[in-house]
């Protein structure tokens, strides 16, 4: 056996051949395992990973063995697939198995490599054992835990009643659901196989999916352009070999649900679904599922539909097998071998008990925050920061400002547009700002509070769409003011309150916040309404754009607490006065 070691995956048919040929006759061969999906790993992600590509061949100089392997910066190795396949593995035929795992992990050893972290390793691999053997005899300690349990179904395990019709989980609620769909037209199902055909659906696939994960309080892959990048590079690589399939049901001219997914041997795979928000109440994405099962076991080609990742309830209803993967590590030191058995166990007793959890994941998240604040404002500040959260914990004082919008307030620019906030319009932000963890973690708070239509959201965009300004507004009466852990008390039901205002942070700096209070305050006194913001005493910035959209400020609330034992104050202020200078300055 003859081992090489290629830095990068060229583009080369011959290669690309033989390593197909060894993907096809895999004990259980993946989609996941072929040449296609690691070129397109390569192209996507080449800014995150370096490959790694070790190659045995015998001595007619025949591929036999492709471990398709990536380095990180800090030198750690991983499957290249890791974070995009469902499953990883070494390419070789069982017979090879031992002998190319002992010569792999021995060339790594002799290219310098001390770490490796092996994840989404099938249980049942021949390489999987094979590793565990070799792992000591090439100097690595190996430590493996469960890393998922895929759901999937045997087609032929499927039951089926006395006219051989398949038995699936809540049919009758799926013919419902399906005539209730075609009241926007006509349903299709559709499986599109080619570039052709799929990647002019891709960005609306994309939208939905990262609308569909904000719906559900969480942030989408997809709002990354190189997780983007990879399913379209993934659909011309894959386009003409049969294996991409693309499955949607369609009303009429709209698609309403997606399944990016695949179809290689004899396996179907549900790879990444996603369906639109406005349409739950009919479970189009179990629809979906559903029918792509019908024709799954119409076609005696296939003997498995794989559900990949995951441990949802719906996969929970259909599949009747399972396969595990594992979370493999292997270390030269084994200070750092105990060290990941060390956190693996203090983690899993942690989740075990709840309120552990819940206070380990607080710690977690204070100690991010920390660590963002140290980056942004260096360590003097972040102590002094601390010092005043300290103190606070024992007596603290804050002051907040109420304003009301004036209606001689100057005319907006016409250069933005002011649109409702709904979930493309967050999906849009979403993508926009993927590399802004404050702005993600406001729009997953955003997509939370539209779905639970507590109050009215508006977007700023400029003429290309760029969301530039998210506020919200909300009745007076009754509102929550977090700044002083104080609900606010109005008799007023025309008084409305603007609140949680957001910028992004690569916009701020161009007046967008004020631009966006002053055009909510003229929409909602065109509609009747008193607009009021409020502005806590110590956001200088955000006094300053209040001012700027022409409000006034009418009183403010003082909070004292002691010891947890609150006290309010309200103190009035009178109108002020506005100088010719500053009404010219708010045009």
């Given amino acids: 056996m003859r081992i090489s070691v290629l830095r990068e995956i060229p583009e080369d048919p011959g290669l690309r051949n033989d390593w197909n040929a060894l993907a096809s006759q895999a004990q259980r061969p993946q989609i996941f395992y072929t040449y296609e999906w690691a070129r397109a790993v390569q192209l996507a992600l080449s800014e995150l990973l370096h490959p790694l590509l070790v190659l045995a061949r015998d001595e007619k100089q025949q591929l036999i063995g492709v471990a398709a392997l990536a380095v990180s910066d800090a030198g750690q190795v991983s499957f290249l697939c890791a974070t995009t396949g469902d499953y990883c593995d070494f390419l070789v035929r069982d017979q090879n198995a031992a002998i190319f795992a002992g010569e792999a992990l021995k060339t790594l050893r002799q290219q310098g490599f001390r770490d490796m972290v092996l994840t989404n390793f099938p249980e049942d691999s021949p390489s999987f054992t094979a590793l565990r053997r070799a792992a000591s005899n090439s100097g690595f300690r190996m430590y493996a835990r469960t890393a998922y349990q895929c759901a999937q179904i045997q087609i032929s395990a499927i039951p089926t009643n006395a006219a051989g ?215 003097k500040s972040t102590l002094a920061w601390g010092l005043r959260r300290g103190r606070s914990l024992i007596s603290w004082k804050e002051e907040v400002f109420f304003f009301e919008a004036d209606s001689g307030a100057g005319k907006p620019s016409p250069q933005f547009m002011l649109q409702p906030i709904t979930y493309d319009v967050l999906a849009d932000a979403a993508i926009q700002c993927f590399d802004d963890a404050r702005t993600l973690s406001y729009l997953v708070r955003c997509g939370l509070r539209l779905r639970s239509g507590a109050a009215q959201g508006f977007a700023l965009t400029d003429a290309a769409g760029h969301i530039l300004h998210l506020a919200w507004v909300t009745a007076f009466d009754g509102f929550f003011l977090a700044e002083l852990q104080h609900k606010l008390n109005c008799p007023d039901p025309a008084r409305v309150l603007l609140f949680d205002c957001w910028t992004p942070v690569h916009e701020r700096g161009h007046g967008h916040y004020a631009e966006t209070i002053q055009r909510i305050a003229r929409l909602q006194l065109a509609e009747g309404k008193r607009p009021w913001i409020f502005s806590a005493a110590s956001n200088t910035s955000s006094r300053s754009g209040v001012d700027k959209a022409g409000f006034q400020l009418r009183f403010s609330l003082v909070s004292r607490n002691t010891l947890r034992w609150q006290r309010i104050e309200r103190r009035s202020a009178a109108p002020q006065p506005v100088s010719p200078a500053e009404a010219a300055a708010r045009v």
């Fill in 165 to 379: 019709k398949l038995q699936l989980p809540r049919q009758k609620m799926v013919r419902r659901c399906l005539k209730a769909m075609s009241e926007g037209g006509p349903v299709a199902i559709v499986h599109d196989d080619t570039s052709e055909q799929v990647e002019p659906s891709l960005p609306e696939f994309f939208r939905t999916h990262v609308a569909r994960f904000l719906f559900t309080g969480r942030i989408s892959n997809l709002v990354r352009p190189e997780r983007r990048k990879f399913l379209s590079d993934l659909a011309r690589l894959l386009s003409n070999t049969g294996w991409l399939c693309m499955s949607q049901i369609r009303t009429g001219p709209r698609t309403i649900s997606w399944n990016y997914g695949f179809r290689f041997e004899k396996n179907w795979f549900w790879y990444q679904p996603t369906f639109v928000n406005d349409l739950e109440k009919y479970s189009p994405g179990f629809v979906l599922l559903c029918k792509l099962i019908e024709d799954a076991a119409s076609d005696p080609s296939f003997v498995t539909v794989d559900m990949g990742l995951g441990v949802e309830g719906y996969k929970e209803r259909f599949a009747n097998v399972s396969r595990r993967t594992m979370y493999v590590t292997l270390h030269r030191s084994i200070l750092r071998h105990w060290k990941e058995i060390a956190r693996y166990r203090v983690a899993a007793a942690i989740t075990a008990i709840p309120r552990a959890e819940k206070a380990a994941r607080e710690l977690v998240a204070a100690a991010q925050v920390l660590r963002l604040r140290f980056r942004q404002t260096g360590l």
